[in-house]
């Protein structure tokens, strides 16, 4: 059953000389929709009229229920942090104070860029305990890193959203967080990939 069908439209006009740079640059399209639990799958279809190719992608993912407790959403890498046009109206959880988040959906960096990652913590409204939130920081499975803070009151939909920078390392990186109410706990992770940076021959 198909639940959304959604179509964008998206003309790029640019100088020939900056043709390499944006071959090289990436179009992120964010697309906002309510899903009831269950089972899904997304069904993406990119077409080039210009040069008359075709893209195609299949997705699956589960929306699960919503917990009743202490949760926290799935971590992810920011590409970017842009302006939004009456943002917050709408319950959008990618809207950071008062600015849209644009995921970065590759898991790869470059090696010279600062990540941040992104993530909403939803206390649980049945408990009284303040909330804590424990960041840890792993390359190649080693912890090299951990911190701990309190969280700051939830805003009126009960949320609190976040963003910290992630340390950059060279190999597969980590960043495990970890949500403390009470007895209660909620564990998100995002995973990326640094290079090692090859010196240059003199």
Known sequence: EVVERFSVDAPYDFALA???AMQASMITHAQSLRLDPGHYTLEIAMLDRVGGRVGTRVLEFEVAAAPAGL???TPMLVQRVEDAAGAGGDGDPLVYQG???VPLVTPALDGLSQPHVYFVVYPGKDR???TQLQVEFFVNGQRLAAQAAELPPPDPSGAVPMMVSAAMRPGLCELRITA???EAKAVGSVRYVVPQVRSQAQ
């Open 180 to 182: 403390l109410q009470g």
């Open 99 to 101: 600015k849209r988040v």
């Open 128 to 130: 009284p305990e303040k």
């Open 18 to 20: 900056n043709l390499g």
């Open 71 to 73: 949760a926290i959403s």
